[in-house]
């Protein structure tokens, strides 16, 4: 079965600073690949998705991230946090080969809290 | 445009009790899931629908959960009864399918249960 593991629960950077948050997935395949963040209080949103092409991927608010199959990894990083991306971030996996009624079935990481100090 | 639209925002209610929680999609998304939230098992998919027909509750964990979307701009799902391990924050999520467009999905705000 896949699974999706997020190393870090909880990291702390300055605002300005750069950011690495970690994904590491296990699949048969490589599947689409996906971050969301989620705010104090509020739903996920899409951040930035991985299909297929260029490993490099990039999303909204500055966010961008690596896909690399090597390491079965898929990380998000921002060159410069800004306090208001204070919030828990979730890797997720989609099967890639999803036939008539998997398609939409997420797969979740456990989530990292990103904590910005001023 | 409104968001997915979620009822009501906080719930506290006593064990065997029944609970109804509400969606209201993004209009015109023809898929709908829900998803539930606890800090021990993360973010679990319950049940999705495409246009209003379930496709998988494999996720429902069981059979005191139920699920229903009646026409494309509502949906329930129902706890009974309800116990304390439900507690938790449920989500629900819509989006227009078609392949890889059905992973891009947006969410409401979620529903924090409280069974005591």
């Known amino acids: 079965a896949q699974s999706v593991t997020q190393p870090d629960i909880h990291i702390t950077v300055s605002e300005g600073a750069s950011l690495e948050l970690r994904c590491n997935y296990s699949?048969?395949?490589?599947?689409?690949l996906f971050w969301y963040v989620q705010s104090p209080g509020q739903g996920l949103q899409l951040l930035l998705k991985?299909?297929?092409?260029?490993?490099l991927v990039q999303g909204i608010k500055g966010f961008e991230a690596e896909f690399k199959r090597s390491q079965s990894s898929f990380n998000l990083r921002k060159p410069s946090v800004h306090w208001s991306d204070a919030a828990e971030y979730f890797c997720?996996?989609?099967?890639?080969?999803?036939?008539?009624?998997?398609?939409?079935?997420?797969?979740f990481g456990q989530g990292t809290i990103l904590t910005v100090h001023p | 445009d409104a968001g997915v639209i979620q009822s009501p925002r906080h719930e506290v209610t006593e064990m065997g009790q029944e609970v109804t929680l509400r969606c209201k999609p993004i209009?015109?998304?023809?898929?709908l899931f829900w998803y539930r939230q606890t800090m021990m098992r993360g973010l679990e998919l319950l049940i999705y629908?495409?246009?209003?027909?379930?496709?998988?509750d494999s996720g429902m964990p069981e059979d005191r959960f139920s699920a229903k979307m009646p026409n494309a701009s509502f949906s329930t799902l129902k706890i009974q009864p309800s116990e304390p391990r439900d507690s938790a924050v449920y989500f629900c999520?819509?989006?227009?399918?078609?392949?890889?467009?059905?992973?891009?999905?947006?969410f409401g705000p979620g529903t924090r249960l409280t069974v005591t």
């Open positions: 999520a819509s989006t227009i399918g078609g392949g890889v467009r059905t992973y891009e999905q947006y």
């Open positions: 699949y048969g395949a490589t599947p689409y």
């Open positions: 991985y299909f297929s092409g260029d490993t």
């Open positions: 997720a996996v989609g099967p890639l080969n999803a036939g008539g009624t998997s398609y939409g079935k997420l797969t």
């Open positions: 209009s015109g998304h023809d898929y």
């Open positions: 629908f495409n246009n209003n027909v379930p496709i998988d």
